[in-house]
């Protein structure tokens, strides 16, 4: 596939990234990575970085501000 582009991903809505990364064969690039294709591992990376910039404003990792109800986490609920 070196030197070929694709098309398409066969994905609605997922447009075929102009330049997924510096590695000239994408198809090997798919092949190591073993995540679908690279168009899907660059929106799952869009994603996560969303997420930890959510998850800097949110500050989860610091004490709660009130105590939580005796049974929020109890299982069965």
Do not use: D
């Not at 030197?3 to 090997?28: D, F, I, M, R, W």
């Not at 798919?30 to 959510?54: F, H, M, S, T």
């Amino acid at each position: 596939m070196a030197g070929v582009l694709k098309k398409t991903t066969g994905l609605v809505g997922l447009a075929v990234s102009q330049n997924p990364h510096e590695e000239k064969n994408v198809e090997k690039l798919e092949e190591r990575i073993n995540c679908g294709q690279i168009e899907e591992v660059i929106v799952q990376a869009e994603n996560e970085l969303n997420l930890a910039r959510k998850m800097l404003e949110w500050k989860p990792w610091e004490p709660l501000t009130e105590e939580p109800p005796a049974n929020q986490w109890k299982w069965p609920i």
